[in-house]
């Protein structure tokens, strides 16, 4: 569900200091953009709300939200807004999060 090598990637990239900040704002925006979903009037929006989150998403690593994001974007590029249900992508997110944030305590506690 999460790829805790990209988490380490990262955190060696920006700083042990500074990858708090990247999740906090990695967290607000894409429950921002989730939020905003349903009020996509086309397949053009919902492509580029899935999109915007797949690329949060594979920075911080949270693989399985990815592959989500990345069928849904297919789908509302070929049309097809309803194949990935804003709920489906909700839950996968949610646990996706309980995951991550349980994990990331351990590896900052890590060091």
Known sequence: MIDWSRIKI????IGADDI???????????????ADL???S???????????????ALNLGFSAFSALCQQG??????GQTDVVSIAQLDECYTASKASFLEGYSSLAKAG
Not at 10 to 13: G, K, P, S, T
Not at 22 to 27: C, D, G, H, K, N
Not at 42 to 56: N, T
Request: glycine fraction near 4%.
């Open 73 to 78: 974007e297919t789908a509302a590029a070929a």
């Open 20 to 34: 708090d900040e990247v999740v906090e704002i990695f967290l607000e925006e894409v429950e921002e953009t989730i």
């Open 42 to 56: 086309s397949s053009e929006d919902f492509e580029r709300g899935y999109h915007a989150l797949k690329g949060s």
């Open 38 to 40: 349903p009020n996509a």
């Open 10 to 13: 990262l955190r060696d990239e």
